[in-house]
Nanobody, 123 residues
Framework: QVQLVESGGGLVQAGGSLRLSCAASGRTFRSYAMGWFRQAPGKEREFVARIIWSGGDTTYADSVKGRYTISRDNARNTVYLQMNSLKPEDTAVYYC????????????????WGQGTQVTVSS
């Protein structure tokens, strides 16, 4: 199993940047594909980005492509989400997730979840 803890959320002006971190426990971090999801009030949880265990393959939602960058540091058991050019529409609770299965863009395919970190972008 793996335990995930997100951090780095906060309040930022439109056009600004934030860097989210997800610290993972366990000795099998390299075996997990990692993803970021977000959920706004009244909305379904949506895919944001994912990265395979090696960090060599990344996928982004169209809504964040070109603005967000997912990366991982296996030595530190940490995955990151760099968010630039933030928009009010990016406001949501952001969740880190992990799966030992096929790298996925659907929430139900992920086995483990963090508690979430709030990102609020003001206009």
């Amino acid at each position: 199993q793996v335990q995930l803890v997100e951090s780095g959320g906060g309040l930022v002006q439109a056009g600004g940047s934030l860097r989210l971190s997800c610290a993972a426990s366990g000795r099998t971090f390299r075996s997990y594909a990692m993803g970021w999801f977000r959920q706004a009030p009244g909305k379904e949880r949506e895919f944001v980005a994912r990265i395979i265990w090696s960090g060599g393959d990344t996928t982004y939602a169209d809504s964040v492509k070109g603005r967000y960058t997912i990366s991982r540091d296996n030595a530190r058991n940490t995955v990151y989400l760099q968010m630039n050019s933030l928009k009010p529409e990016d406001t949501a609770v952001y969740y880190c997730a992990a799966t030992t299965g096929r790298p996925a863009v659907r929430a139900f395919e992920y086995e483990y979840w963090g508690q979430g970190t709030q990102v609020t972008v003001s206009s």
